[in-house]
């Protein structure tokens, strides 16, 4: 609240362009006290968090406390919950993320593990595949036995053992496929062969993924005569 005495004190103000004085009354307002009103803003919810999660028929759900269990027919996933969020399952069979507490990690949190969430509902039933292409001279893959084989170009080739719970194809020795019921391990994978080589921007020559745009350079100009 502010609090306002208007008073007027006469005041001599010397003009520099006119050369004359003249009286004029300059209004002067004290302020006594300054008050401060705060309000409260709430964050809003996520829009990815509120949705809520369909489990289909042929996959089962088992919660206790911040544990949760997810089996269908491709394989079984489990994860454990912080306490800043929380897994309820709904009268529908639906599953949905909520928060427990309103502070900024669980607002942080609340997205993140509900896509987690969905991810691993969908892997069990439906299963995810992550796909990569060799661009080069003399690059290809070969598959022995339990081992990914790659020649990259080095003096060596580079052996790489599947993990459990992955499967892996090769097509026209160029064209990987790597698929499986858990996405965390499938792009870990996947992001571990594109390390060995990854594509350069001048030729785009490397390992890429089948849908990743890369962005070329133009190369050094010779010299002009």
């Known amino acids: 609240m502010f609090l306002l005495q208007p008073s007027t004190r006469p005041c001599n103000l010397k003009s520099k ?6 009286a004029t009354q300059v209004g002067r307002v004290p302020v006594t006290h300054v008050g401060f009103l705060r309000k409260t803003v709430e964050c809003k919810e996520s829009r990815i968090g509120k949705k809520p999660i369909e489990v289909p028929p042929n996959v089962a759900i088992t ?3 911040q544990d949760l269990k997810v089996k269908g027919p491709l394989g079984e996933l489990s994860r454990t919950y912080p306490r800043e969020v929380k897994l309820v399952r709904e009268e529908s069979g639906n599953l949905r993320v909520i928060k427990a507490v309103e502070t900024r990690r669980a607002n942080q949190m609340h ?3 509900r896509t987690l969430t969905d991810n ?3 892997g069990v039933s439906k299963g995810f595949e992550k796909r990569l292409q060799l661009v080069g001279v003399g690059y290809r893959a070969t598959l022995e036995g339990k081992d990914l084989v790659l020649n ?8 790489m053992t599947i993990p459990d719970g992955l499967k892996v194809k090769v097509e026209d020795n160029t064209r990987i496929a790597v698929s499986g019921y858990d996405k965390c391990s499938i792009g870990e994978f996947a992001a571990s062969i594109r ?4 594509p350069e921007p001048y ?4 390992v890429k993924y ?4 890369v962005r070329r350079k133009e190369g050094k100009a010779g010299k002009k005569k």
């Open 17 to 22: 362009f006119l050369g004359e004085v003249s």
């Open 63 to 65: 919660l206790e406390g």
């Open 111 to 113: 997205g993140l593990f």
């Open 120 to 122: 691993m509902v969908v």
């Open 152 to 159: 990259l170009g080095f003096s060596h080739p580079v052996r």
């Open 195 to 198: 390390k060995w080589r990854p």
């Open 203 to 206: 030729k785009g020559k490397g």
């Open 210 to 213: 089948a849908d990743e745009i």
